[in-house]
């Protein structure tokens, strides 16, 4: 009795070693799921594309066969993609491929892009003589040099800012974005680059999201102008101001009082200019702020009455 219970203990001993271990393996191919938002835009509009998958993924993004820059947050990974004004219509292809370095797994995955045909509307603008000078083509090259130069740097903070706020509460669009404008006559011509709100000099203007200062300078044409990096090669413009409470460096939050609006610069009268610029790229903040769940129209006056 004694021998056999021995045995059979022996057995179980014997046959609980000889049993594989069952573990929880990483998956050989991860989940790893890829969105385009919007998929249908007009030229000078942009929008982002998502790779939510396991941290860390090597994660390349191209469209139409140009690479796009892809920046890792506690989200995921995010591109961002902005069209020009001279956009062609048609469908661009979104490739996006990524390799678990763990793993090795590689994937590829393919988005569509639709640009719809559209042209912005010309728009008429008479400057008073006082204002003419500031047509001057060097001096438009100069700021835009300016511009070029503080909208080059790229930060990568922790986190995407999403959605943004309105610069100002209850605002008032008097001017939408991308007007082809001609001045005087054709002394000068150019798309309207922003959105105009209406203000009266003094009112308060508020950061639409949080970020860093990266100019805040008197110019000739801009006038007043505070711009604020939120990272990944998105930024803010806020133009005409008459005063700044923020300083180049500073960190803002949502919300935050960073400039008083006015009348400085090339205008017609007191209003803020507002931009929002995606790699260089100025698009059309309404359509920016449209790719926020739950976005209410702002509200628009006839742009005849307050342009810049």
């Known amino acids: 009795m004694l021998r056999s219970t021995f045995t059979a203990m022996l057995l179980v001993i ?15 191919t991860p ?3 890829v969105t385009v938002k919007p998929e249908t835009v007009r030229p000078a509009q942009g929008g982002f594309i ?35 004004f001279d956009a062609e219509p048609g469908i661009r292809t979104v490739s996006v491929s990524t390799r678990d370095p763990v793993t090795g797994a590689q994937q590829t995955f393919e988005r569509a892009v639709t640009v719809t045909e559209y042209r912005y ?34 930060t990568t903070p922790a986190r995407a800012q999403w959605p943004f706020d309105l610069p100002v509460p209850a605002g008032i669009v008097t001017s939408r974005f991308g007007g082809d404008r001609i001045y005087n006559g054709g002394l000068w011509q150019q798309y309207h680059t922003g959105a105009d709100f209406r203000r009266s000099v003094g009112e308060p203007i508020y950061a639409v999201a949080s970020g ?26 806020y133009a005409h101001c008459s005063d ?28 803020l200019h507002f931009e929002v610029i995606v790699n260089g790229q100025p698009v059309d903040p ?21 342009t810049n």
Do not use: C
């Open 212 to 237: 860093r200062v990266a100019a805040a300078a008197a110019l000739e044409v801009y006038g007043g102008v505070l711009i604020i990096d939120h990272g990944f090669g998105v930024f803010t413009l």
């Open 31 to 33: 989940t790893v799921d």
């Open 50 to 84: 998502a790779i939510n998958g396991p941290h860390p993924l090597e994660v390349t993004v191209e469209l139409a066969g140009e690479p796009l820059p892809v920046h890792s947050t506690d989200q995921g990974y995010l591109a961002y993609f902005a069209f020009p």
């Open 121 to 154: 509307p010309l728009e008429q603008i008479a400057l008073p003589l006082s204002l003419v000078p500031l047509l001057d083509p060097a001096i438009n090259e100069r700021e835009a040099d300016f511009l070029d130069e503080v909208l080059s740097e790229v």
């Open 244 to 271: 700044f409470f923020v300083e180049v460096g500073d960190q803002v939050m949502p919300g935050q009082l960073v400039a008083a609006a006015g009348a400085s610069g090339r205008t017609n009268g007191p209003h």
């Open 14 to 28: 014997m046959a609980a070693a000889a049993t594989p271990r069952i573990g929880f393996a990483r998956p050989i």
């Open 286 to 306: 309404l359509a920016w702020w449209a790719l926020a769940p739950g976005y209410v129209p702002v509200r628009e006056v006839d742009p005849t009455k307050d």
